[in-house]
């Protein structure tokens, strides 16, 4: 059975997805960056939330574009993802820290803009996923969800997984409220698509 949640996503785990992360999840947060601006979503002043954002790479790229973005994260540590964050960010950036169902649940974000998951969906438990997309429909609505996540075929389930698991949840629940803008296979691995829904 698959590991998941703090046990598996120990403090030590930011070191290895933060900002001095290998250079292949760099070129995952630059990829990210280009579809986006293709689909001019960068916008001044928009609000970007960021699901299990480790030490915010994705978002300090997608700063680096628009200085005057509002970003907005959650992960299961902020101490140690402060500490692999870029040093631009710290002051900027608005932390929730826990568990990204808890978060969603708990707090009122206002409006988001652009709800980003990246390689994070993959790795919560089925229920707990559906739990998220649920909310992602009905409660909170952000104007776009855009997501790389892992492909159904090279799903490795938490019922098998020997590590963590890398799930594939129901996303085409989503199309009863988004409509589907772009897919694509991400450029760095075949696994992976990355998806930009548009709230309808």
Not at 103 to 115: A, E, H, S
Request: charged residues 30%; hydrophobic residues 35%; contains cysteine.
């Amino acid at each position: 059975m698959a590991q998941t949640g703090r046990e598996a996503f120990n403090p030590a785990y930011q070191a290895r997805v933060g900002h001095s992360a290998r250079g292949l999840l760099h070129e995952n947060s630059k990829e990210l960056v280009k579809i986006m601006q293709e689909l001019n979503l960068l916008q001044d002043n928009s609000h970007i939330f960021e699901i299990g954002s480790g030490g915010a790479r994705n978002l300090w790229y997608m700063w680096k574009e628009n200085q005057t973005l509002k970003l907005s994260c959650n992960d299961f540590w902020k101490e140690e993802s402060f500490e692999n964050m870029h040093e631009d960010l710290k002051s900027i950036i608005t932390f929730h820290e826990g568990d990204t169902e808890d978060v969603l649940r708990d707090n009122d974000f206002g409006k988001i803009d652009i709800l980003l998951s990246s390689d994070h969906l993959m790795h919560i438990p089925r229920i707990k996923g559906q739990a998220i997309l649920e909310m992602l429909l009905n409660n909170i609505k952000p104007t776009y969800i855009i997501l790389r996540e892992r492909k159904k075929e090279y799903e490795t389930p938490e019922e098998t997984a020997r590590s963590y698991p890398r799930n594939y949840h129901n996303y085409e629940m989503l199309l009863e409220g988004y409509t589907l803008e772009k897919e694509v296979t991400s450029g760095g691995a075949k696994e992976y698509f990355i998806r930009a829904y548009k709230l309808k």
